[in-house]
C-alpha cells in the first residue's frame, strides 16, 4: 500500500511538474509569434501609476505566474516609458494618454524623468489626462504635468514636505553579542554607511548631509508645482507645514490638482476629447505594449548609426549579477562589446547605484576608460549614482544628473563582524586555532581585531579610497586636495554637484542621448540599441523560484520586521571594503 502511494504521490508531482514546463513553453512560444499590433485611429495610451518605476524591467512573457512566482506584474521601465512616449508624440493614431492611479513608486529622479517625458509628449498639442482616488507626494508631482488630473472628491492627498530615515541596529547588534569592526578611510567622516552599526542615533555630519540633500530635492519638487499651481513656493511650503492639503477641495483650490471628480467624469473629458461619444467606443492601449519595437529615440528598424546605452543598475558586485544588481563581468562585458562594434559610434553609461564592491567598481571604470579613448561617452544618473557609482561615471566625457539625483560619496569603508561574546558566553562555543604565521587567522568571526590588524585594514582602506580620489581627479581634471575636501564620503544632489564640478549637466537620458550624438556627428537620425542584452525569462523564472518563495514566507512571518531581518542578511555582502554610500536610507 505505501509503495501504491509512493508511486501516486510521484505521478502527480511528475504530471505537475510536466503541465508547469508545458506552460513555460507555450507561454515563451506565444510571447515569440505574438501577432503585429494595430494600432486604432484616435488610440489613448494608458500608464498604469500604481507602480515600480526601475531603469529597465525584466520582460517577463509569464506575467500570468506573478501570484506563483512573487514577480511584480506591475513594473515600468523607464526605457519603455521614454521610448513609447517619445514614437507616440509623432505618432498621427495617438491622440493622448491617460494616467491611472497616483501611488508611483520610484526615486525622486526616476520620477521626475517620467514627468519630463510626458511634457514632452505634450509639447505637440496632444493631451494628457489621469484620475486617481489617491495622490501621494511622488504622485502629485508627477501629475502635476497633466492639462488635467481628477481626484476624487473624497480622496487623500499627501503633501507633507520630504524625510529620510536611516535604521540603526547597534543596540539589537549588542544584545545578540555581535560587535561590528567599522573602518573608514582616514577623514571619511561623511562615510555614514557604517552609521547604523556604530551608533543609536544620528551624527551631526549625518543629519547635515541629509538636510542638505532633502532641502535640494523638495525644492525642485516645489519649484516644478509651482510652475502649474497658483500658488509661490512660499506658499506651498506653508501648506506643506498646515496638512491643509489633505482635503481634495483644499488641493482644487490652490491649483495642485486640476478638478475633484469620479471616475465617469474624467470617462467623459477623454473620451470628448478623443472624438467619441462614450468611453466605451475610446481604443485605449496601455504605454507598455505601445512601446514593443521601439527604441529610445523613437524608431523602429535597423540604422548604421547607433548609439549605445549600458544600463547599470543596482548594488555592484563582482560576477555576472542580475537584471536589477551590476556584475562587474556583466557591465564591462557589455562595455567591450559597445566598444568593439563599429557600428556604435558613442556610448550612455545609465547608472541607478548606491555603489557596492570597490574592486568590482574599479573593473568597470578600466572599461569606462577603454571606451572613453576611442569614442564618446556620456554617464546619465539616475535616482543614485553615488560612491562606486560615481566610481564608474568619473571617467566620461560628460556626467548627466538630475537636479534630485543623490551623487558623490566619494570615500570607502570595510566591514566586519565579530561574534565573540555571542559564541563563548552566550551559546558556550569555543574555537581554537593554530597558524603557521601572524596574521593567519586574521577576520575570523570568533575574535575582536588586534590594534595591529585594524592599522593594516584600515592601509588598505586608504589606499582605496586613494584611488578614487586619483579616478576622480584624473577623469575631473581636479587636484587631488579638492576631490578629498569635497568627498570624505559626503553625497549631493545633482544640483549642488552641479555647483561642485561633479557633474557637467543636468537633464535625464534624454539630454544624455542628445550629447552623445552631438558628440559622434550623427544628427538626429540614429538608432539606440541597449546592453546588456535583458536575461533571459525562463532562466530568470526558474532561478527565482525558490529565492522568491523564501522572501513570501519571511514577510509571512516576520510582518513588519521582514525588512530589518532583509537588511542584516543583506549585510553579509557588505564585508570587505566597500566604496557604498548610505546603507538603507529612505527617502519619501
Not at 514546463?21 to 485611429?41: G, M, Q
Not at 531603469?55 to 512573487?70: C, I, K, Y
Not at 514636505?161 to 547588534?173: D, I, N, P
Not at 564618446?376 to 561615471?393: D, E, F, H, N
Request: charged letters at 20%; glycine letters at 8%.
Amino acid at each position: 500500500m505505501k509503495s501504491f502511494l509512493k508511486m501516486l504521490l510521484a505521478s502527480i508531482l511528475g504530471g505537475g511538474l510536466l503541465l508547469f514546463l508545458l506552460f513555460i513553453i507555450f507561454a515563451s512560444l506565444l510571447s515569440i509569434s505574438a501577432p503585429k499590433l494595430e494600432i486604432a485611429d484616435n488610440s489613448v495610451l494608458t500608464i498604469d501609476l500604481n507602480t515600480s518605476i526601475v531603469e529597465r524591467a525584466q520582460n517577463d512573457p509569464f506575467s500570468e505566474l506573478a501570484s506563483f512566482t512573487g514577480q511584480d506584474q506591475a513594473t515600468l521601465g523607464l526605457n519603455t516609458a521614454i521610448a513609447g512616449l517619445k514614437a507616440a508624440k509623432n505618432d498621427s493614431k495617438i491622440m493622448g494618454v491617460l494616467l491611472r492611479g497616483g501611488l508611483p513608486f520610484g526615486d525622486a529622479a526616476s520620477v521626475k524623468e517620467l514627468r519630463d517625458a510626458l511634457a514632452d509628449f505634450k509639447s505637440t498639442g496632444k493631451f494628457v489626462f489621469g484620475y486617481s482616488e489617491i495622490l501621494s507626494q511622488k504622485g502629485l508631482y508627477l501629475t502635476s504635468v497633466a492639462d488635467t488630473f481628477m481626484l476624487h472628491p473624497e480622496g487623500i492627498v499627501e503633501f507633507i514636505g520630504l524625510s529620510a530615515s536611516v535604521t540603526y541596529y547597534k543596540e539589537a547588534l549588542d544584545k545578540l553579542g555581535v560587535q561590528p569592526v567599522v573602518l573608514r578611510a582616514t577623514g571619511n567622516k561623511f562615510k555614514s554607511a557604517v552609521e547604523p552599526f556604530l551608533e543609536n542615533e544620528m551624527t551631526d555630519a549625518n543629519r547635515m548631509q541629509l538636510t542638505q540633500l532633502l532641502n535640494s530635492v523638495w525644492d525642485n519638487y516645489l519649484t516644478e508645482i509651482a510652475q502649474v499651481a497658483k500658488v509661490d513656493v512660499q506658499k506651498l511650503n506653508t501648506l506643506a507645514d498646515s496638512f491643509e492639503l489633505s482635503d481634495p477641495a483644499a488641493a482644487a483650490q490652490y491649483g495642485i490638482v486640476e478638478l475633484t471628480g469620479y471616475q465617469d467624469q474624467i470617462d467623459s473629458l477623454v473620451a470628448k476629447r478623443a472624438g467619441f461619444d462614450d468611453i466605451d467606443d475610446v481604443p485605449f492601449l496601455s504605454l507598455k505594449k505601445y512601446a514593443k519595437g521601439y527604441d529610445l529615440n523613437g524608431n523602429k528598424g535597423f540604422n548604421d548609426k547607433r548609439i549605445a546605452v549600458v544600463i547599470a543598475q543596482g548594488g555592484i558586485q563582482s560576477g555576472d549579477g542580475s537584471e536589477y544588481t551590476i556584475g562587474s563581468e556583466r557591465i564591462a562585458k557589455a562595455l567591450r562589446k559597445a566598444r568593439e562594434n563599429d557600428k556604435v559610434k558613442a556610448v550612455v553609461l545609465r547608472i541607478n547605484s548606491p555603489g557596492g564592491s570597490a574592486l568590482a567598481s574599479d573593473v568597470i571604470w578600466r572599461e569606462v576608460k577603454l571606451t572613453q579613448q576611442v569614442k564618446p561617452v556620456i554617464a546619465s544618473m539616475g535616482g543614485v549614482a553615488a560612491s562606486g557609482g560615481y566610481y564608474i561615471a568619473c571617467f566620461a566625457d560628460t556626467i548627466v544628473a538630475q537636479p534630485n539625483t543623490v551623487t558623490g560619496s566619494i570615500g570607502a569603508f570595510g566591514l566586519f563582524f565579530t561574534a565573540e561574546e555571542l559564541m563563548n558566553e552566550k551559546l558556550g562555543i569555543n574555537i581554537e586555532t593554530v597558524e603557521t604565521n601572524h596574521f593567519a587567522d586574521l577576520g575570523t568571526i570568533d575574535r575582536d581585531l588586534t590594534p595591529s590588524e585594524k592599522r593594516i585594514l584600515i592601509a588598505q582602506i586608504d589606499r582605496v579610497y586613494t584611488t578614487f580620489k586619483e579616478r576622480v581627479a584624473e577623469g575631473r581634471s581636479f587636484e587631488m586636495a579638492y576631490v578629498d575636501s569635497i568627498g570624505q564620503g559626503r553625497v549631493y544632489s545633482g544640483e549642488d554637484a552641479l555647483e561642485l564640478g561633479l557633474v557637467d549637466v543636468l537633464g535625464g537620458l534624454e539630454t544624455a542621448l542628445s550629447l552623445a550624438a552631438e558628440r559622434a556627428g550623427l544628427g538626429t537620425d540614429y538608432q539606440v540599441v541597449e546592453y546588456p542584452e535583458p536575461i533571459d525569462p525562463v532562466q530568470e523564472l526558474l532561478e527565482n523560484l525558490g529565492s522568491n518563495y523564501e522572501a513570501r514566507v519571511m514577510k509571512a512571518q516576520l510582518g513588519p520586521l521582514a525588512p530589518y531581518f532583509k537588511t542584516l542578511k543583506e549585510v553579509e555582502g557588505m564585508q570587505g571594503i566597500q566604496t557604498r554610500m548610505e546603507y538603507e536610507i529612505v527617502i519619501d
